[in-house]
């Protein structure tokens, strides 16, 4: 996510609690958060699937093949 949509995120938020915000921009507001948040999760997953774990048997289970349930 670039720093204008960081920018408009907070600008949103600065707005939305001393004026309120019309339909249009909680709309925008909306999507730009969900968009972050996309961001965010896609960045934890990366970090998580360079992790390995180190089991008490001495194996190594590296997160990203780990099976999912």
Same mark, same amino acid.
């Given at each position: !996510?670039? &720093? *204008?949509?960081? /920018?408009?995120?907070?600008? +949103?938020?600065?707005?939305? @609690?001393? #004026? $309120?915000?019309? #339909?249009? #921009?909680? !709309?925008?507001?909306? &999507?730009?958060?969900?968009?972050?948040?996309? /961001?965010?999760?896609?960045?934890?997953? $990366?970090?998580?699937? @360079?992790?390995?774990?180190?089991?008490?048997? $001495?194996?190594?289970? #590296? +997160?990203? *093949?780990? &099976?999912?349930?």
């Amino acid at each position: !996510m670039d &720093d *204008k949509k960081l /920018a408009r995120i907070n600008e +949103l938020y600065h707005k939305s @609690q001393n #004026e $309120g915000l019309t #339909e249009e #921009e909680k !709309m925008e507001q909306a &999507d730009l958060r969900n968009e972050y948040i996309q /961001a965010v999760r896609k960045n934890l997953r $990366g970090t998580l699937n @360079q992790v390995s774990i180190l089991n008490p048997d $001495g194996t190594v289970t #590296e +997160l990203a *093949k780990k &099976d999912k349930h």
